[in-house]
């Protein structure tokens, strides 16, 4: 079944992604652990992005940040990464939160592109796409 953005939930493991190429991503950090590129990852880690509260009465959930992944590299440094076709505008707010709120974690937005090599930050690749848009 496809989700609203067109993408398709996939098992690996007993794990449901909400995308093929989440999947992907998970295969490969498989291959690095074995292979001891990387120290450990974590599926949908969770990031508090603002406490619960109350106001005149009505509760506020927290907002959360549930991320694909959460990779801790073999010099202890933890990159969190999503997995993405394109960024939200509620995902940029989130993005900026987290990026406020947690200094020493290093985020990467990432998709598949088999014109560029394969994974690439979503931000280079806009990058290049306007590049080649405004060359033509």
Do not use: C
């Not at 990387?38 to 959360?64: A, C, D, W």
């Not at 940040?65 to 990159?79: P, Q, W």
């Amino acid at each position: 079944m496809a989700t609203k953005y067109g993408s398709r939930k996939t098992q690996v493991d007993g794990h449901t992604f909400d995308s093929k190429a989440e999947a992907q991503y998970y295969e490969q950090l498989k291959w690095l652990l074995e292979n001891k590129q990387i120290r450990s990852f974590r599926l949908q880690p969770r990031y508090t992005l603002l406490e619960s509260f109350k106001k005149n009465g009505k509760t506020f959930r927290k907002t959360e940040y549930i991320a694909d992944f959460e990779i801790t590299h073999l010099d202890g440094s933890i990159e969190v990464v999503d997995v993405k076709g394109y960024e939200t505008p509620v995902f940029s707010i989130k993005r900026k939160l987290f990026e406020k709120l947690y200094p020493d974690h290093h985020l990467s937005i990432v998709t598949y592109s088999k014109k560029y090599g394969g994974w690439i930050e979503l931000d280079r690749l806009k990058k290049l796409r306007r590049q080649v848009k405004k060359n033509e």
